[in-house]
């Protein structure tokens, strides 16, 4: 019987209702019942128990999972809370189905931000240590330099974070444009950066997510295609194989 006991946030997110983080505010706000108790962080569940958000009963019944890009404009915000923020990421879209966004993408931003109802695919990408590519173009204030190039691509050191970020691939388009690749997710990563160096962004925009695309005008989403998926699938196999690999090694160091 213990075999078939998960935690809560696991299965919320497994059946596609939010990511493990946001199920964990959930149960700490207290709007997530088991069988109509309010469970502890940490409870788990059987195939038998109800479980219910905001009095709704949660399940996944169809078993099919969904996977969009979507091109999220100026002014929308990435967050499932729709009771909180009116330019919210759900109600633009109304897909009929309960999705949430894979990663953040800030509201001066635009371009692609995946969304899902597949939990463990979350994870997957989310998962820093995994290196997983993000593009982006970039426009600033002034005429960009080469010491700007190689002081981003460099890596920076952003106190308010204490972190450096890693080095990344920085190419310049125009005289105030460029493109910059990125394997890290830092809050608000390229506006720091570019802060650092005394420029300030004017726009930005994600053109690609790994073997993902912007390929559709700006409100709207699709589907991924089965080989869009099947790539992603071994992007993300091969990435987990060489973090396991690496903690192996680490533990035996």
């Known amino acids: 019987m213990s075999e078939n006991l998960k935690r809560i946030n696991k299965y919320l997110s497994e059946v596609g209702y939010c990511s493990r ?35 709704k009963r949660i399940e996944n019944l169809d078993g099919a999972f969904v996977y969009l890009a979507f091109n999220k404009p100026i002014g929308i915000v990435c967050t499932t809370d729709t009771r909180v923020e009116k330019d919210n990421i759900i109600d633009f879209i109304k897909y009929p189905k309960r999705i949430f966004p894979i990663g953040r993408l800030d509201k001066p931003s635009e371009g692609l931000i995946l969304l899902t109802d597949d939990g463990d695919i979350v994870n997957k990408i989310l ?20 010491t700007f190039i190689q002081r981003m691509s460099g890596g920076i050191y952003l106190k308010d974070l204490d972190r450096t970020t890693k080095k990344c691939e920085v190419k310049k388009l125009d005289s105030q444009t460029f493109s910059i690749i990125l394997t890290q997710g830092l809050n608000r990563q390229i506006r720091r950066m570019c802060e650092y160096l005394t420029y300030e962004v004017e726009t930005l925009k994600r053109v690609r997510i790994m073997n993902i695309p912007l390929d559709i005008p700006v409100g709207e989403y699709r589907e991924l295609t089965s080989k869009e998926f099947n790539d992603l699938n071994s992007l993300l196999e091969n990435s987990t194989k060489i973090f396991q690999d690496r903690a192996r090694k680490r533990r035996e160091s």
């Open 21 to 55: 983080r946001e199920a964990d505010k959930l149960i700490e706000a207290g709007r997530v019942t088991i069988n109509g108790a309010v469970p502890e962080m940490g409870t788990k569940i059987s195939p038998t128990d109800e479980v219910c958000v905001d009095g």
């Open 127 to 146: 998962r820093a240590s995994n290196n997983h590519e993000k593009e982006y173009i970039v426009t600033v204030d002034k005429p960009i330099s080469q």
